[in-house]
């Protein structure tokens, strides 16, 4: 999991909540919007949108400020804990967003970034290039694209959230993209699920996490620079394909939904896809591989 230093009143907040399935995407506050061009040589672009909602943005400002005002007695600390203004948070978006390259697979190379802002959130449009697409790599979670101290990743957590692209060039090349493998079921201790299931029923818990869900999106969508000749993508509008179009504002007012997600805490993509499979609204490619082929 990554994200921003974690702040001890805060997090002690969420555990006591019970919250742990919106931990791990950093509080639900993050969409991440990922558009892959691919041209028939294999070649292309990454287009991708981290956008982090308003209130969470001021939330880091109280945090910050908070803590320039406790640390006021100590000159010291007064200068290392200036708050963050709006701009700066962004600012420091960006700038990790220039090192995210090396995320996206050998030879990505980071092209440029602007901001980006709707009525309620605010972040940056990046573009990275790639020459070959079954170099690249995907992560499913956004956690990392947010401002603050990025932490060692589990290596399970980022296999069960990676997606992977083979390809063949010709007169009509193909695409495959492999989507991560599922999770292997472990033993359940009937304590544990007896105490998360009661974590899962509390009123308090349910309302702080439909507050984090509301804003959380991810979607990934491949945009192939040339004609389709055939595919077995679930989701596909003319030249586009939509591997991924998750809006968790369509879940907050699923209650029996969002109990078995706390009950559950899931700890990848995966497996909140398979959680909610079937919601209506939601476009979750579950083929594996999915082939395009294009020229």
């Known amino acids: 999991m990554t994200g921003p230093k974690p702040f001890p009143r805060f997090w002690m907040m969420v555990k006591l909540s019970a919250v ?63 708050p963050k203004s709006d701009e700066s948070v962004i600012t420091e978006m960006m700038e990790k967003a220039k090192t995210n390259a090396k995320d996206f697979g050998e030879g990505v190379k980071f092209v440029s970034a602007k901001p980006a802002k709707t009525q309620t959130a605010s972040g940056y449009t990046a573009v990275y290039s790639f020459q070959d697409i079954s170099k690249v790599t995907l992560s499913q979670n956004p956690g990392k694209k947010s401002p603050g101290e990025s932490k060692k990743e589990d290596a399970e957590a980022v296999k069960n959230d990676t997606i992977r692209f083979a390809f063949k060039k010709g007169a009509v090349s193909q695409l495959s993209v492999m989507m991560p493998p599922p999770k292997t079921e472990e033993k359940k201790d009937r304590k544990d699920e007896a105490e998360k299931k009661k974590e899962a029923e509390d009123p308090n818990a349910l309302e702080m996490m439909k507050s984090m869900f509301k804003d959380m999106k991810v979607s990934i969508v491949l945009n192939m620079m040339g004609d389709i000749v055939n595919t077995n993508a679930t989701y596909r509008t003319g030249k586009r394909v939509t591997l991924i179009d998750m809006d968790f504002g369509k879940l907050v007012n699923d209650m029996p939904l969002l109990k078995k997600i706390n009950e559950a805490q899931p700890q990848s993509v995966e497996e909140m896809k398979a959680m909610v499979k079937g919601v209506e609204g939601l476009k979750l490619e579950f083929n594996n591989p999915v082939t395009i082929d294009f020229k």
């Open 20 to 82: 742990c399935a919106a931990i791990f995407f950093l509080s639900g506050c993050i969409q991440d919007n990922m558009v892959l061009n691919i041209k028939p040589d294999g070649s292309g672009t990454i287009e991708e949108t981290v956008l982090m909602g308003n209130s969470f943005i001021e939330m880091m400002q109280g945090l910050t400020k908070g803590m320039s005002e406790q640390g006021g007695e100590d000159k010291g600390k007064a200068e290392g804990a200036k």
